[in-house]
């Protein structure tokens, strides 16, 4: 039987050969697969309230699409499936190939950090001025200053409010403070843009900025998910428009679109 070879590497390294069990599970995105799976998805919030009830559909790679439905559809619920705010009680929900639904807790905020998500309340931070609201949120993920310096004036700029950088958010309009909400959402140029009801406070001229906004971010190809129940504002952005109405897709102007001869 032959003998095993002097072994000349380190202590460290030998010890760490001696871990013979495989090495941890990483859950590695496949830019193959399809970006955004809802299969079948229920999500029980209890016994008796359902989220979603069997919702399917398919988002790709650079689409822009809004979930439209009434109060209590299930569009909210749509977007905490990708977040991971809420998991699918049955049925399969993935992004880029990813199993959500069986993605364990500590895996969740390299998960978020992957997306831009605009919450609903605006969220910003009183007691800072605009600049400060988006290089708090840049810092939070390990920015540089030099960074901060660099990227911040940028992105105000990109969603026009660089003139107000210097503002406190209650000196700000309802359309500036979902602005800086945008910017501090897009820090770290995610694939991914999440928004939930983001004209919900607005009027329509201020609202149809915003979505403006959003086209434009999707037109240098972020993948943009808007919940909204502003109707008119959606018509007028001419995007993918899926209706949600009671935890499932009922619609989908993808679909119903005229077959190319
Ligand atoms: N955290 C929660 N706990 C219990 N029920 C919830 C929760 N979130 C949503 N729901 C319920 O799930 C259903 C869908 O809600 P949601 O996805 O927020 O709809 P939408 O965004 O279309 O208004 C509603 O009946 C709502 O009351
Ligand atoms: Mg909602």
Redesign the pocket.
């Known amino acids: 039987m032959p003998s095993h070879p002097p072994d000349h590497r380190g202590k460290r390294q030998r010890a760490a050969g001696r871990l013979c069990h495989p090495p941890p599970r990483r859950r590695v995105s496949n830019p193959a697969s399809p970006y955004i799976v809802f299969e079948n998805v229920e999500?029980r919030?209890?016994p008796l309230?359902?989220?979603?009830c069997g919702a399917t559909l398919r988002i790709e790679r650079g689409e822009f699409v809004f979930?439209v439905?009434?109060?209590?559809?299930?569009?909210?619920?749509?977007l905490?499936l990708l977040t991971r705010e809420?998991a699918p009680t049955s049925g399969k929900v993935t992004l880029a190939g990813i199993d959500l639904g069986r993605l364990r807790e500590r895996e969740i905020p390299a998960l978020r950090r992957q997306m831009g998500i605009i919450p609903q309340d605006f969220a910003l931070l009183p007691r800072k001025r605009v600049w400060e609201n988006v290089a708090y949120a840049m810092r939070a993920v390990g920015a540089t200053r030099k960074e901060v310096r660099r990227r911040v004036p940028a992105i105000l700029e990109q969603v026009n409010i660089g003139h107000r950088a210097d503002a406190f958010p209650h000196q700000l309009s309802g359309g500036e403070q979902q602005r800086v909400a945008i910017a501090r959402a897009l820090i770290n140029d995610p694939p991914l843009l999440l928004a939930?009801?983001p004209t919900g406070n607005l009027d329509p001229e201020h609202s149809l900025e915003i979505m403006q906004i959003l086209a434009r971010l999707n037109e240098r190809g972020t993948t943009v998910l808007v919940?909204s129940?502003d109707v008119l504002t959606v018509a007028k952005v001419n995007r993918r428009i899926v209706t949600?109405e009671g935890?499932q897709v009922t619609s989908d102007s993808k679909s119903e679109a005229p077959a190319r001869v």
């Open positions: 999500v919030y209890s309230v359902r989220g979603l979930f439905g009434r109060t209590g559809a299930g569009k909210s619920t749509l905490k809420a939930d009801e919940a129940h949600v935890g």
